[in-house]
């Protein structure tokens, strides 16, 4: 889904990958769009998010899926043991308002369509986490750290994870706010008590802060295609210099990882003429020769082709002729 949404200018995303013991990891995933890509309506929203159960007979599949997997209960007076479950009634505020359509209440959160056409019963158990939090009182001494150690779950999903360098918290574009500001738009506390005279002498005053002039040369142009900009000041007349190896010998590009290096090589390949071809790595897993229980179905090809992580090349690489490449 990045994939395709980092194609269309001005699109941004922040996620943060949560592991659980019971299962798959899940992200909580925040997209920043341009206003003509927002969903700002209920009609907008209703074709492309449904809180509804699938109808069973177009799509049985899909229906056995969140019956089996995404309905909360039950829990409340119907069910005291469960741990969602204080006083009778549960703290995640289920079950939920039925709604015959999609609004967007007053605080701009979106209350989804959800029809009461269908009842269902569920009789296989759920997994909850529950969360103790204890209190010391005056006498008693809490070791924090051997709490930690001993709460710690690191289940097989996220040590995977963790091994093959996949992200836990993504940013695109990696953009890190500097300690600068522009002329008076410099951030100012103050105290809610202090006059308005003294808050506006204090922003006046130059607390430890100092102008810093940048020259032009570090400054991208203001665009809405960023990484055009930088191809365009960092390699000026590219195709008049393309087989001139001092040119790209004293000009690079420095990326934070592979996947912001593979879109800006992609954006220079375009921008040489010729047809593009796809080279593909030869790759084979070894195997120790006293490994006796060695499954090689354990280990997909697709899914070993697919690795992106610092100090191994990817799986594929597009040239055409006349591309230069450099070699490490």
Not at 28 to 35: D, G, K
Not at 83 to 106: A, G, L, S
Not at 313 to 319: A, G, V, W
Request: glycine share 4%.
């Amino acid at each position: 889904m990045l994939t395709l949404l980092k194609h269309n200018n001005g699109f941004a995303a922040v996620y943060t990958v949560k592991f659980q013991k019971r299962g798959l990891p899940h992200a909580h995933l925040i997209l920043l769009l341009e206003p003509e890509d927002k969903l700002i309506t209920a009609a907008h929203i209703d074709k492309y998010i449904s809180a509804e159960i699938p109808d069973k007979d177009k799509d049985p599949e899909l229906y056995q899926i969140v019956t089996d997997q995404m309905i909360h209960g039950p829990c409340g007076a119907e069910r005291p043991s469960c741990p969602c479950t204080v006083n009778n009634k549960c703290t995640k505020k289920f079950p939920k308002q039925f709604n015959e359509t999609t609004f967007i209440d007053e605080s701009g959160y979106t209350i989804y369509k959800k029809e009461m056409t269908v009842v269902l019963s569920k009789n296989n158990e759920q997994i909850c986490i529950a969360i103790m939090v204890t209190v010391a009182t005056e006498n008693e001494e809490v070791d924090e750290i051997s709490n930690y150690y001993n709460c710690r779950y690191l289940s097989t999903c996220e040590a995977a994870w963790r091994i093959y360098g996949f992200d836990i918290h993504y940013r695109f574009p990696p953009v890190e706010r500097l300690p600068f500001h522009l002329p008076n738009e410099q951030s100012v506390i103050f105290d809610e008590r202090d006059s308005l005279d003294y808050t506006l002498d204090k922003a006046s005053k130059n607390d430890r802060e100092a102008n810093v002039e940048f020259p032009n040369d570090m400054l991208i142009p203001d665009s809405d295609d960023h990484i055009g900009s930088i191809i365009h000041e960092s390699y000026p007349d590219l195709l008049q210099n393309q087989y001139d190896p001092d040119y790209f010998q004293e000009r690079a590009i420095l990326a934070p990882n592979h996947e912001l290096v593979d879109m800006i090589n992609d954006r220079m390949l375009s921008l040489i003429p010729g047809d593009k071809k796809t080279y593909n790595s030869s790759d084979t897993i070894g195997v120790a020769d006293d490994d006796n229980n060695f499954d090689e179905t354990m280990y997909i090809e697709e899914f070993l082709n697919n690795l992106s992580m610092a100090g191994v090349l990817n799986h594929s690489i597009k040239l055409k002729i006349g591309t230069p490449v450099m070699y490490m």
